[in-house]
């Protein structure tokens, strides 16, 4: 099996199906059909079960699947050593982060980018996917968590408190909630991964039982709209309530946990001088926010 075989199996095999594989691979579907038949020709083997609910490895299959993310891993890292030898300023440098943060701070910070190195071109990707840097999915993250791989450099760039924030129409609308009070009367704008533990939900160390959940929203910027919209109290960065104008309520309180930004790249990329552009410019816009 040699590596573009490799390529088109790994696809299937984590797609279950060859739609889904011609999406990643950036082929039509009949392509990865005839390429993976053929594979199974050449190591005269089946490799997938057809069922009707996509493609199934066999256990023939599962073999050749941890050889194929062997060989994958191996292909990934070459790529990265060559590119951390690279001192040219031109090229593509993919950036993840969350919508929030590509609107506050990469943004602006690719604006000068452009200014200053106008051949490096930032592919950006606002999701709250967590991409794979080892996988090669992205080149940059930047995010509110500390990965706990190895291979990656992590450096913490804003660490800002939580607060709870209304509008000024809401307020006008339905007053202050009373500490206490557990949020009595008062509708509430929540972010739904936290809908999903199973602790019990607070804001600001405040029980929510007594509220109304009215929106639960999948990112911070359509929270942080659903705020500033009068839907609810809501908790957020408190840079973020400031930024958007929303009053602060409780001012003296703040989630226990602070909301951190770390910026994350592959330790074989740090040298690549289009990598370190961008992550200067990266971290130049955070700097300007916490000073």
Same mark, same amino acid.
């Given at each position: 099996?040699?590596?573009?075989?490799?390529?088109? @199996?790994?696809?299937?095999?984590?797609?279950?199906?060859?739609?889904?594989?011609?999406?990643?691979?950036?082929?039509? !579907?009949?392509?990865?059909?005839?390429?993976?038949?053929?594979?199974?020709?050449?190591?005269?083997?089946?490799? @997938?079960?057809?069922?009707? *609910?996509?493609?199934?490895?066999?256990?023939?299959?599962?073999?050749? @699947?941890?050889?194929? #993310?062997?060989?994958?891993?191996?292909?990934?890292?070459?790529?990265?050593?060559? !590119?951390?030898?690279?001192?040219?300023?031109?090229?593509?440098?993919?950036?993840?982060?969350?919508?929030?943060?590509?609107?506050?701070?990469?943004?602006?910070?690719?604006?000068?980018?452009?200014?200053?190195?106008?051949? +490096?071109?930032?592919?950006?990707?606002?999701?709250?996917?967590?991409?794979?840097?080892?996988?090669?999915?992205?080149?940059?993250?930047?995010?509110? $968590? &500390?990965?706990?791989?190895?291979?990656?450099?992590? =450096?913490?760039?804003?660490?800002?408190?939580?607060?709870?924030?209304?509008? !000024? $129409?809401?307020?006008?609308?339905?007053?202050?909630?009373?500490?206490?009070?557990?949020?009595?009367?008062?509708?509430?704008?929540?972010?739904?991964?936290?809908? *999903?533990?199973?602790? #019990?939900?607070?804001?600001?160390?405040?029980? +929510?039982?007594?509220?109304?959940?009215?929106?639960?929203?999948?990112?911070?910027?359509?929270? =942080? &709209?659903?705020?500033?919209?009068?839907?609810?109290?809501?908790?957020?960065?408190?840079?973020?309530?400031? =930024?958007?104008?929303?009053?602060?309520?409780?001012?003296? &309180?703040?989630?226990?946990?602070?909301?951190?930004?770390?910026?994350?790249?592959?330790?074989?990329? &740090?040298?690549? $001088? =289009?990598?370190?552009?961008?992550?200067?410019?990266?971290?130049?816009?955070?700097?300007?926010?916490?000073?």
């Amino acid at each position: 099996m040699n590596w573009d075989d490799a390529r088109v @199996f790994l696809a299937v095999c984590r797609e279950s199906t060859l739609r889904g594989a011609a999406r990643v691979l950036g082929v039509d !579907q009949a392509t990865v059909g005839r390429r993976i038949n053929a594979l199974e020709r050449s190591l005269s083997a089946t490799l @997938f079960l057809r069922t009707s *609910e996509g493609y199934a490895l066999t256990a023939v299959g599962e073999a050749a @699947f941890k050889s194929a #993310e062997k060989m994958e891993h191996s292909a990934l890292e070459l790529e990265r050593q060559i !590119q951390g030898l690279d001192d040219r300023l031109t090229g593509t440098v993919r950036v993840s982060t969350t919508d929030s943060l590509a609107i506050d701070f990469l943004i602006p910070a690719m604006a000068r980018l452009h200014e200053r190195h106008p051949d +490096v071109r930032v592919q950006l990707d606002a999701t709250t996917q967590m991409l794979s840097l080892a996988k090669r999915e992205a080149d940059i993250a930047v995010r509110n $968590a &500390r990965p706990d791989n190895p291979d990656l450099i992590a =450096r913490r760039i804003a660490r800002w408190p939580v607060g709870l924030f209304a509008s !000024q $129409a809401y307020i006008d609308a339905h007053g202050v909630p009373t500490p206490g009070t557990a949020f009595e009367g008062h509708d509430l704008v929540v972010y739904q991964p936290y809908l *999903e533990r199973n602790k #019990e939900m607070t804001l600001v160390s405040e029980p +929510v039982s007594r509220g109304r959940i009215v929106a639960s929203l999948g990112s911070s910027l359509l929270g =942080r &709209r659903s705020i500033a919209a009068g839907l609810g109290v809501g908790e957020i960065p408190v840079y973020m309530g400031n =930024r958007d104008g929303l009053v602060r309520l409780w001012p003296e &309180r703040t989630r226990p946990l602070p909301y951190e930004v770390w910026l994350v790249t592959h330790a074989d990329l &740090r040298h690549t $001088a =289009r990598v370190k552009a961008v992550i200067t410019q990266i971290v130049e816009a955070f700097a300007a926010e916490n000073e």
